[in-house]
């Protein structure tokens, strides 16, 4: 079965550089989420997308800004990355109309990981 | 806000032995689901288990099975026969659909080792 596809899967970047992660849900999948793990912690709710409109907003910076596309993928945009934005950064994607059958599960692309010199 | 709470940052296992792992969770909403999240060492997030708020009985997942005591808000995740292959970080989450988030809340996450 197809699962949720990020790129790239490793990300080396300069202070005050800039980023762009991307997120491909499984097929059919209306939504996604966008979390950061640092080292040694717990996933952080960054951002969310329901059909293409932001649906909720966690801890994320001013610097970074996330869209999804009419073909349902969705980047995250990192600009002027510090130190502390090294982390491991997951998409997931959920299907809103599958509650009966997934109920509420979202799956778990492998990660990004993004590491700031 | 929904916290959720793992009171053991460790736990070791004999490898065929049965563990427990903790989780609690403060919440004033009555429609929600928890979640237990396995991470090996790959960083792979995988979903062991979930349970359903409005559903009484506890979920089961061959080895893995839950004790979901609603009104004390706790949701311990018990795997018999343990398994090499279990050593992992254990999350516990929280999602409620309220207010259309749907967003995961985690805990600090379990680390288990199964020794063999």
């Known amino acids: 079965a197809a699962g949720v596809i990020q790129s790239p899967r490793h990300l080396i970047k300069e202070k005050r550089e800039t980023a762009t992660l991307k997120c491909y849900p499984i097929p059919r999948h209306d939504t996604v989420y966008w979390y950061q793990q640092g080292p040694g912690q717990d996933p952080q709710f960054l951002i969310s997308?329901?059909?293409?409109?932001?649906?909720d907003k966690g801890s994320i910076p001013d610097r970074f800004s996330a869209q999804q596309f009419s073909d349902y993928h969705s980047e995250l945009n990192m600009s002027s990355l510090e130190l502390g934005d090294s982390a491991l950064y997951f998409c997931?994607?959920?299907?809103?109309?599958?509650?009966?059958?997934?109920?509420?599960?979202?799956?778990f692309g492998p990660g990004t990981r993004l590491t700031v010199l | 806000a929904q916290t959720v709470t793992q009171s053991q940052p460790e736990m070791s296992v004999q490898e065929a032995e049965t563990v427990t792992l903790s989780c609690t969770y403060d919440?004033?909403?009555?429609?929600?689901?928890l979640f237990w999240y396995k991470q090996p060492p790959s960083r792979q997030m995988i979903l062991v288990i979930r349970?359903?708020?409005?559903?009484?009985q506890n979920a089961t997942e061959n080895r893995f099975s839950v004790n979901f005591q609603k009104a004390a808000k706790s949701f311990s995740l018990k795997i018999s026969d343990s398994q090499l292959g279990d050593t992992a970080m254990y999350f516990c989450a929280f999602l409620t659909p309220q207010g259309g988030s749907e967003k995961l809340v985690f805990g600090k996450g379990t680390k288990l080792t199964v020794n063999p």
């Open positions: 349970q359903e708020a409005y559903k009484q």
């Open positions: 997308f329901y059909e293409k409109m932001q649906s």
């Open positions: 919440t004033s909403e009555s429609n929600y689901y």
């Open positions: 997931a994607s959920s299907l809103r109309g599958g509650r009966a059958r997934y109920g509420y599960e979202q799956f």
